[in-house]
């Protein structure tokens, strides 16, 4: 079965920086996209990040570009998500999730992890 695997949230201080990992098993990981949900009290399940199979292609919600940067590892079948510059809007739990392809919009990834806490503190 497939299973992800969220680390490296916590606390900061908002202009901080957290690098979030996310380990994956349970398929061939380098054929799969990979991508990063955010979902705050009260709120819907929100996009952040996600990169194809490779890594070529990489796309960000507008609220994060140029301060988060995704990346993967597929010889440790992780993914990371790099978190600069934070701020309190960006407190969350964070989910990472993989799919076919790199879409923006949940339902395109078929398995998630249990999520991650990260709380910016101003």
């Known amino acids: 079965q497939v299973q992800l695997v969220e680390s490296g949230g916590g606390l900061v201080q908002a202009g901080g920086s957290l690098r979030l990992s996310c380990a994956a098993s349970?398929?061939?990981?380098?054929?799969?996209?990979m991508g990063w949900f955010r979902q705050a009290p009260g709120k819907e399940r929100e996009f952040v990040a996600t990169?194809?199979?490779?890594?070529?292609?990489?796309r960000y919600a507008d609220s994060v570009k140029g301060r988060f940067t995704i990346s993967r590892d597929n010889a440790k079948n992780t993914v990371y998500l790099q978190m600069n510059s934070l701020k309190a809007e960006d407190t969350a739990v964070y989910y990472c999730?993989?799919?076919?392809?790199?879409?923006?919009?949940?339902?395109?990834?078929?398995?998630w992890g249990q999520g991650t806490q990260v709380t910016v503190s101003s």
């Open positions: 349970g398929r061939t990981f380098s054929a799969y996209s």
């Open positions: 999730a993989t799919g076919a392809s790199p879409g923006v919009t949940p339902t395109g990834y078929d398995y």
């Open positions: 990169t194809s199979r490779s890594g070529g292609i990489t």
